[in-house]
């Protein structure tokens, strides 16, 4: 786990004020050989005249390229906020605010012991593992203003964000190669389903 306070000090007249608190936990059940399951909480929220900004949405060290807003690579955007992963099913950095939470839950297993090609290139691949994840999340500034869901005989989610889906980890030597599918889901319905690549260790 892990709890962090962050404080601006404003030492001219356009320093940015803001304060902010992030929590996270971590744990992880090992079963039997490789199969494994994860699970992550965190949570932060930001204060002051000049809010950090928390970014929601994809993962983490993606490869490619990705249509977002323009003020996640300002000045402000890139020094001043948080891009909070994953939440996968969505687009990357699709939702933003002045808080957020999280919670992610992955099923982790051995897929493919060993592969050899020979043609076109020489390939082998050792320990291709799998993995089925349910990721929920969400961002919001006020909280008088947020609604997570909506009851009735027909209860969705709203605000609150959630995606599930499956995906494939290589370790290729220099770096775990990342491939997962998730969708949206807000109870009622899926969105169309999002690939997502991109490298380095999981959560």
Known sequence: WKLAIERTIPVANRSRDYWAVEGDYRKYWHLNGLYSVAFRAAAGASFGSDKKTYYLGGTTNYIGTTQTSNDVYSVQGFYFSKIITPLRGYDYF??????FGVVNLEFRYPFIEYFAMAFPLPLTIQQLTGAVFYDVGATWNRNSEFKGAAGGDQP???GIKSGFGLGARVNLGIFLLRYDLGW?????????PHHYFSFGAEF
Not at 94 to 99: R, V
């Open 156 to 158: 969705r989610l709203l």
């Open 94 to 99: 699709e939702f933003q605010g002045s808080k």
């Open 184 to 192: 949206g889901w807000d109870f009622m319905r899926t969105t169309v």
